[in-house]
């Protein structure tokens, strides 16, 4: 069984158990006051494993299956039998990082909550354009595109959202865990800028 398949089926399985104990809800959900001010840091981890409901839940996991898989293959190209770990940090590390930015903003907001593995998600589909920048991806999950133009396009609709904040969706965490998926291979491998140009330029 592949990491990718466990890492989607725990958050299957934790997300279930949130919709139906209010109780692990509360204590699981990223809350940026409780953080700070009480150090329950465990937040910043599990609140990556809750979904608000089964459209949230499928949205993640569809998308984390279509990227992750071919991603770990890459992974593993260039990181050999170091290449699982090295997902699990890209994953551990876009949950971590795609919250700081909400952390700092919120921590003196004991209202503001939030959950879901769209930062780790918006991670894993950025690591996957470094790798293959020309890749189409669908824009509205209907009119494919690159993916180099998909993340320009995603990285402005975000960073305009994150600033309105008009919505309740994570728009921060899926700004910043965009960039730390497109950082990422680069701070394990400095090697691999240079396996990005050569892919951008292979136009």
């Given at each position: 069984m592949s990491l990718v398949t466990i890492i989607g089926i725990l958050t299957i399985i934790i997300s279930l158990l949130g919709f139906r104990n209010k109780e692990l809800f509360s204590k699981f959900k990223l809350n940026p006051y409780l953080v700070v001010h009480?150090?329950?840091?465990?937040?910043v981890i599990t609140h990556a494993f809750l979904h608000a409901d089964w459209i949230h839940l499928i949205i993640n996991v569809m998308?984390?299956?279509?990227?992750?898989e071919?991603?770990?293959l890459?992974?593993?190209y260039y990181f050999g039998k170091s290449g699982a770990l090295v997902f699990l940090g890209?994953?551990?590390?876009?949950?971590?990082?795609?919250?700081?930015?909400?952390?700092?903003?919120?921590?003196?907001?004991?209202?503001?909550?939030?959950?879901?593995?769209?930062?780790?998600v918006s991670a894993?589909?950025?690591?996957?354009?470094?790798?293959?920048?020309?890749?189409k991806i669908?824009?509205?999950?209907?009119?494919?595109?690159?993916?180099?133009?998909?993340?320009?396009?995603?990285?402005?609709?975000?960073?305009?959202?994150?600033?309105?904040?008009?919505?309740?969706?994570?728009?921060?965490?899926?700004?910043?865990?965009?960039?730390f998926g497109l950082m990422y291979p680069v701070l394990i491998k400095h090697d691999l800028f240079f396996v990005f140009?050569?892919?951008?330029?292979a136009f």
């Open positions: 009480k150090k329950d840091y465990h937040r998308v984390f299956f279509s990227f992750g071919s991603l770990q890459y992974f593993n890209l994953y551990i590390g876009g949950i971590i990082f795609s919250s700081l930015y909400s952390i700092a903003k919120h921590k003196n907001d004991s209202y503001y909550n939030a959950i879901g593995a769209s930062g780790a894993v589909v950025f690591a996957s354009i470094f790798f293959d920048p020309w890749h669908g824009l509205f999950a209907v009119l494919p595109i690159p993916g180099i133009i998909f993340a320009f396009l995603y990285l402005a609709y975000s960073y305009y959202m994150g600033k309105k904040g008009y919505d309740n969706i994570g728009h921060d965490a899926h700004f910043f865990g965009a960039v140009i050569h892919q951008l330029s």
